[in-house]
């Protein structure tokens, strides 16, 4: 198994610029999420998935769009990118929910907003 | 909103020394889950606590749950250069749920 996979890891992008980060697991969870990493800020959660079709917002979702139409992927979408969403981002999914599960995260992809 | 306070945010120690750190919640909490992130890598599971008092080590690190279910400790031991990281503690937030909260991380330096 590979587990969780985020690509690209490192981007640098222009302010407006658009993209999607990848994020694929095989491991059959159907629980998936994303959390940006700031300094000193933690780890916070921006959308998760408790399945396929279901998407719901975290802690900091404005700016980040996310769909989920397959168990194994989840990608999370910058729209316009601002130098404000400058960050480390994770995927993490657990085989069921958050609140009782280990989280499995991938290895981060690290965005540069000009 | 609810909050998972970790103190301190930094320590750093002298190799051999021992120290706990602290996690602290303002709701009760369903399991309490510690997380490890080496520098540059990616949060790695350490250990679940369920149990109201629950008690468990791995190798010489311990962790505790608080009776109440709102805070949790880590104590190591002996402290080692290889335990430098940041440690996070993240609690499930409304009887498992899918809300895990995160602390703001304790960053371990270590003094060889």
């Known amino acids: 198994n590979a587990g969780v996979t985020q690509t690209p890891k490192f981007q640098v992008l222009k302010t407006g610029q658009s993209m999607t980060l990848q994020c694929a697991q095989d491991?059959?969870?159907?629980?998936m999420s994303w959390y940006r990493q700031d300094p000193g800020m933690g780890l916070r959660l921006i959308h998760y998935?408790?399945?396929?079709?279901?998407?719901d917002q975290g802690e900091v979702p404005n700016g980040y769009n996310v769909s989920r139409s397959t168990t194994e992927d989840f990608p999370l979408r910058l729209l316009s990118a601002a130098p404000s969403q400058t960050s480390v981002y994770f995927c993490?999914?657990?085989?069921?929910?958050?609140?009782?599960?280990?989280?499995?995260f991938g290895p981060g992809t690290r965005l540069l907003v000009l | 909103g609810q909050q998972v306070m970790q103190i301190p945010q930094y320590q750093h120690v002298q190799e051999g020394e021992d120290f706990t750190t602290y996690c602290n919640s303002s709701?009760?909490?369903?399991?309490i889950q510690w997380y490890k992130q080496r520098p540059g890598g990616h949060p790695v599971f350490l250990i679940q606590?369920?149990?109201?008092?629950e008690v468990k080590k791995q190798k010489r690190l311990t962790f505790q749950f608080g009776e109440a279910k709102k805070n949790s400790s880590l104590h190591i031991t002996a402290t080692q250069t290889t335990d430098v990281g940041t440690y996070f503690c993240a609690g499930g937030i409304g009887g498992g749920s899918e809300k895990l909260v995160f602390g703001k991380g304790m960053k371990l330096t270590v003094n060889p």
């Open positions: 606590l369920v149990k109201s008092g």
């Open positions: 491991m059959n969870h159907e629980y």
């Open positions: 993490a999914s657990s085989y069921e929910g958050a609140g009782g599960e280990t989280q499995y």
């Open positions: 709701t009760t909490l369903s399991n």
């Open positions: 998935s408790v399945g396929a079709g279901i998407t």
